[in-house]
């Protein structure tokens, strides 16, 4: 364990750690900032955060990770009910426990299966994501910094839409009031700082956009009914008791869906405008799947979506965009008698603690990764013997979690994430501007700025040499620094090759 002060916990040693990373960072890359300093040689530690939450069990090892979310039966906990329950208005699949969680999931999990979402959502998704290429394509003209996050966030949301309610908000090109709400609903909703939940305005303002946002899910959810009924609608929601208990879960999804991908998406291309030879890589995959036309592949893919399958390269830039930047986590309650056992041998009582895995650490464990923060998607297709292959690595990619408790919706993200990249990056190239976006915000700092405060302020905005980083913000670690101001270049119809 940490040095523990009887009267402060790690209350001081935590600050110590978050003074040396931007203040807005989320918090489990100062933990492994923490963990890989203090304790190179832990599997997992305690962790004492008292008055501001319940102590932790801390970990960062792949195997211990594992113990959790298959060896035993660890529920989740109270206080990720009393996070997240104000965002999803109930319980939800990320936070129930026992039946109710297994008949809930085995509701959902035909509609999110591989197959299905590939042969039945991906002509939409297509469509949604070429509206998205458009866009950049109108902003490339422009020549204009802008944050990435407002397009992306839109197209997601019309995805997650559309696939969770068969819905075309298309958002992308029409305001919408709902996606306002959700978005206010994230913001009051925010768990980072827990003096947020002193706000006396804070109750009030859930409760009025939570009424809103199942006002607009029930009357969605009415709509399919009644075409159920007249035997035009989708046989699943026959199997719902309940439209309240479904709102709650369709809320979740709508959260998760459009947020996580969002985000991944962000790092992705971000990795991409810093390792030219790698996305040179992805583009000649691209090209060798679905010919030297870029325009061509949206109707290639609406052909034949098993295309998506036989992009190797595609996929393993995705799963190293997701280890470096994980976009979440996961929290579970101890119970009495179960302990973890960490490779020394030694057993972690785990009653009493919530156990958080830290997956910035598990991700980057130099134990199982060669080179673990390097940005290396070839380590992916290494075969045994090559000097990139992991070790030991059963469990240590978890951006979804593992076990049965793992995101029902990893399919659904994965495929997005992957039509996305083989309809984009042979079309434009997409190239971080924070230096010109932190310059605009200084030119516009007001007293702030003439003090030379501001500046101050922007000079430890980097994480692992990156200006971008996930910050605290609603909930999850997918949301980048100011929402990934960029510039985009028009490659034109050449395939995005010089």
């Known amino acids: 364990m940490p040095q523990w002060s009887w009267i402060w916990g790690h209350l001081p040693l935590l600050r110590r750690y978050l003074a040396r990373y931007p203040s807005d960072v989320f918090f489990t890359y100062a933990l492994a900032g923490l963990a890989a300093e203090e304790l190179p040689e832990a599997d997992m530690f305690y962790l004492d955060l008292w008055p501001f939450s319940p102590p932790f069990l801390c970990i960062c090892d792949a195997d211990a990770a594992n113990q959790v979310s298959a060896k035993h039966t660890?529920?989740?906990?109270?206080?990720?009910?009393?996070?997240?329950?104000?965002?999803m208005g109930g319980p939800s699949l990320l936070t129930m426990n026992s039946q109710e969680w297994k008949d809930w999931r085995a509701r959902f999990n035909p509609g999110f299966a591989h197959s299905y979402l590939l042969h039945h959502h991906l002509p939409a998704i297509v469509d949604y994501v070429d509206v998205f290429g458009a866009k950049l394509r109108e902003r490339a003209a422009t020549g204009q910094v802008f944050p990435l996050e407002h397009l992306a966030t839109r197209m997601t949301v019309d995805l997650i839409l559309k696939a969770t309610l068969d819905d075309d908000m298309d958002y992308q090109n029409t305001a919408n009031p709902m996606v306002d709400v959700l978005r206010n609903l994230i913001r009051w909703a925010y768990l980072g700082n827990p003096l947020s939940h002193l706000n006396p305005f804070r109750p009030l303002m859930l409760k009025y956009y939570s009424g809103a946002m199942n006002r607009y899910i029930r009357r969605i959810l009415t709509d399919r009914l009644n075409e159920i009924k007249h035997g035009q609608g989708t046989a699943a929601l026959q199997t719902s008791k309940s439209i309240i208990a479904l709102v709650y879960q369709i809320r979740l999804f709508l959260f998760a869906g459009h947020d996580t991908t969002t985000g991944s998406l962000i790092y992705t291309y971000h990795f991409l405008s810093q390792h030219p030879d790698i996305l040179r890589r992805l583009q000649d995959e691209h090209t060798m799947i679905f010919g030297e036309d870029p325009a061509s592949a949206s109707a290639l893919l609406k052909q034949n979506?098993?295309?998506?399958?036989?992009?190797?390269?595609?996929t393993a830039v995705i799963k190293e965009t997701m280890r470096l930047y994980p976009v979440s986590g996961s929290i579970r309650s101890g119970v009495r008698g179960a302990t973890l056992t960490d490779r020394h041998g030694t057993h972690y009582p785990t009653e009493g603690f919530h156990l958080l895995n830290v997956h910035p650490a598990i991700q980057s464990s130099p134990r199982v990764w060669p080179r673990p923060l390097e940005f290396l998607p070839e380590r992916w297709l290494a075969a045994p013997g090559d000097e990139l292959y992991p070790h030991n690595a059963a469990g240590a990619w978890r951006p979804f979690e593992q076990g049965p408790r793992n995101c029902i919706g990893q399919n659904l993200s994965l495929i997005e994430m992957r039509v996305a990249l083989a309809l984009t990056v042979r079309a434009v190239r997409i190239e971080p501007a924070y230096e010109e976006w932190d310059a605009m915000k200084r030119g516009g700092g007001g007293s702030l700025s003439r003090l030379g405060w501001q500046k101050k302020a922007t000079e430890r905005r980097t994480l692992r040499g990156q200006w971008v980083y996930p910050i605290e913000k609603g909930s999850e670690?997918?949301?980048a620094r100011d929402g990934y101001p960029c510039r985009v270049i028009d490659l034109g119809s050449g395939g995005g090759r010089d």
Not at 74 to 87: A, G, Q, T, W
Not at 305 to 314: A, D, G, R, V
């Open 74 to 87: 660890f529920p989740k906990s109270d206080y990720l009910r009393s996070l997240f329950e104000p965002l």
């Open 305 to 314: 979506p098993n295309l998506l399958n036989q992009l190797p390269y595609t």
């Open 477 to 479: 670690a997918s949301n």
